[in-house]
């Protein structure tokens, strides 16, 4: 199934679907972020390339307030997506909604000096004098992580932030590599965590032979460390970038990665009736046994997953 059929046969379950009328009177269910303290809902809000198809600021704005009412509390945005588009929406509505959120952001620059006018430029953009976590966005392997922690590398910048109180709390996103991330997580004083997660994804690794020198696992590699050092852990990418629409039920997909030890899974939501469905999920979320996630995993189809490691491989986020 296409994207537009997709999206339009969601939009019409949602309209009609009584699951919503029976759980709308539920609250969203809330985790901690790890040794941030922080308390945000199961699901996140998606500021990357999924909202940025809300082609014209009024339905952006009001799917990120219907966010907010339907009980979502955690705002993902980044410095780079849509030249700063995303993050120009996100601050008109923390103008007058900023309390009720924990707003996140995520940092491209790799140099100190550069990460410090994204930083200021971030906060401006935000209408906000200080973020709840700030990310190094994107770390795509060995190299990038040597030039992240070198002397004068974004690393410093965002200790700095978080002794200035300009942030919170601290963390670093991946989509790719599960073994560099890892490393950087065990190195680092890390907060928090980002990572793809999904149950397409859980089962590459070496062993299985599904692609050459296939990555293992974030599930496997960094998941754990994350887990020891008590960081709060997002997990992202939990439909696959769309490649595993239509292998599993949403609802499955969606409960997979919140039965992981993570705080919360943010979804971008190209659209009102995702935001309507995504919510009714997270408030009849179950968590899944090791067995059903184990069967869920058994059920993709290998040609999906070796669409989605080579999507991953080579993405750059929005």
Do not use: W
Request: hydrophobic letters at 40%; proline letters at 4%.
């Amino acid at each position: 199934m296409n994207r537009r059929r997709f999206l339009g046969a969601l939009s019409a379950a949602t309209i009609s679907s009584p699951v919503l009328l029976a759980d709308s009177a539920k609250k969203m269910p809330t985790r901690v972020l790890g040794r941030t303290g922080l308390r945000v809902s199961i699901l996140g809000f998606g500021g990357g390339s999924r909202f940025l198809m809300y082609k014209d600021e009024g339905p952006a704005l009001e799917a990120l307030h219907r966010g907010i009412d339907l009980g979502i509390r955690y705002l993902d945005t980044a410095h780079s997506y849509g030249d700063g588009k995303s993050e120009e929406r996100v601050g008109k509505v923390m103008a007058t909604r900023r309390k009720e959120v924990v707003l996140a952001t995520k940092i491209s620059a790799r140099t100190a000096e550069n990460a410090r006018r994204q930083i200021e430029l971030s906060l401006k953009r935000l209408q906000t004098d200080h973020l709840d976590v700030m990310h190094i966005h994107a770390l795509k392997g060995p190299e990038d992580l040597v030039a992240i922690e070198a002397k004068g590398g974004v690393l410093e910048a965002l200790y700095e932030a978080r002794r200035q109180g300009i942030t919170r709390a601290i963390g670093i996103t991946c989509h790719g590599d599960p073994h560099t991330l890892q490393t950087a997580l065990e190195r680092h004083d890390f907060d928090c965590t980002q990572m793809a997660l999904n149950a397409g994804l859980a089962s590459m690794t070496d062993s299985m032979k599904i692609l050459p020198a296939a990555p293992d696992s974030f599930e496997r590699l960094a998941l754990p460390v994350a887990v020891r050092k008590r960081m709060g852990i997002i997990a992202m990418k939990v439909f696959g970038q769309e490649h595993l629409v239509g292998s599993a039920p949403p609802e499955k997909l969606l409960a997979y990665a919140l039965s992981l030890p993570v705080s919360l899974a943010s979804v971008g939501m190209p659209n009102p009736g995702f935001i309507e469905r995504n919510a009714s999920l997270a408030r009849s979320f179950s968590p899944l046994s090791r067995r059903e996630r184990n069967r869920l995993v058994e059920s993709i189809d290998v040609t999906r997953q070796h669409a989605m490691l080579r999507f991953f491989r080579n993405h750059v986020d929005a």
